[in-house]
């Protein structure tokens, strides 16, 4: 399994989203850039420049038309993916700290900040499909109590929408007035760091700074899997069409007092979805792994680094071939 090596940003990654078809990679990252790729052979086809800030999170539509992006600069920003031009901007008190579509490509929710007296929020936005004016004012707004949003994604469906916070808990609003419908107060013990939903969005994965990965049920929250390392977690996604979760992260380069990358730990773990035990690793980044995604067809995955490199990996026909469950393997139909 040899990588690709992708060199396009001077400071550390902070997300890779693979588009629906898988032919592209957006990434972004602390030098306020977004670079789009070819996911087969890792040649970058063009920028996105607009922010003048960390560029935090990155989002991009089933149709491959929009890409919306999150920032320090205090801005959410919708792109044209094709033609690179920005079509609208919406400033905030605060940074922009997580985005995403929903699965019908008509509303993007975004997190914004707690910072310097401003309340933490939930904002979702309608997108015209047009191009054309899009509205300044939220669809709705709300404000998560007790612990502030660090991730969220859309539900099962557009109306719901699942947040993680930073006292490690997992709450499902209703999309449209923000009422909580289900809550998961005790999912994580840290803060929880990246949050990917399976296929069919029936149940999602998240990562934590408490070293633990989850497997949860969309409308209940209900807990599945735990996959325990040893190594706070920065991403977690989960792999398509194989039973397989991958996790990534590593200790914080200040407090790594050993240079060997063992200690470090950073290295892309695979573990098995349903049996929670480490299959495998995957060597490569000089330092933290700060976010993995997903190839949809599961051919490939890709993962960013606080060395500022991204490694897109094409699985091996053995990966294909292995039987995951020994005896156990089901029947192809």
């Known amino acids: 399994m040899r990588p690709i090596l992708l060199q396009g940003h001077e400071r550390s990654l902070t997300q890779i989203k693979y588009n629906a078809d898988g032919d592209l990679i957006f990434s972004c990252s602390k030098d306020h850039r977004i670079n789009v790729w070819y996911s087969h052979n890792g040649e970058r086809l063009g920028t996105y420049d607009g922010h003048n800030g960390t560029i935090w999170t990155v989002d991009v539509d089933s149709e491959t038309k929009y890409l919306v992006s999150g920032a320090a600069d205090n801005t959410l920003k919708l792109w044209d993916v094709r033609t690179g031009k920005c079509l609208h901007t919406w400033e905030f008190p605060t940074a922009v700290k997580r985005v995403a579509f929903s699965d019908d490509d008509n509303l993007i929710a975004c997190i914004t900040e707690q910072r310097m007296g401003y309340q933490g929020a939930v904002r979702v936005f309608r997108i015209n499909r047009n191009g054309t004016e899009q509205s ?63 296929q069919d969005r029936s149940y999602f994965i998240t990562s934590s700074k408490d070293k633990c990965a989850k497997l949860f049920e969309t409308k209940t929250l209900e807990e599945l899997k735990t996959y325990a390392t040893e190594t706070p977690l920065n991403s977690a996604a989960i792999a ?84 995951p469950y020994g005896d156990l393997e089901p029947e192809d139909d």
Request: no cysteine; hydrophobic share 30%; aromatic share 10%.
């Open 240 to 323: 398509t069409k194989r039973p397989y979760i991958l996790l990534g992260g590593g200790q914080e380069a200040m407090s790594v007092t050993t240079t060997s990358l063992r200690q470090g730990k950073f290295e892309t773990r695979f573990w098995h979805k349903i049996f929670e035990e480490e299959v495998g690793r995957v060597k490569g980044h000089f330092g933290p792994i700060n976010t993995i995604a997903v190839h949809p067809a599961g051919t490939s995955y890709a993962s960013g680094g606080e060395d500022g490199f991204i490694r897109v990996h094409h699985f091996d026909e053995s990966y294909f071939k292995a039987r």
């Open 136 to 198: 300044e004012e939220p669809l709705s707004i709300f404000h998560p109590i007790e612990s502030k949003a660090t991730v969220l994604t859309f539900g099962l469906t557009p109306d719901t929408i699942i947040t993680g916070h930073e006292s490690g808990k997992l709450t499902l609003y209703n999309t449209k007035n923000g009422e909580e419908l289900a809550t998961n107060k005790r999912a994580h013990r840290e803060v929880v760091t990246d949050i990917q939903l399976s």
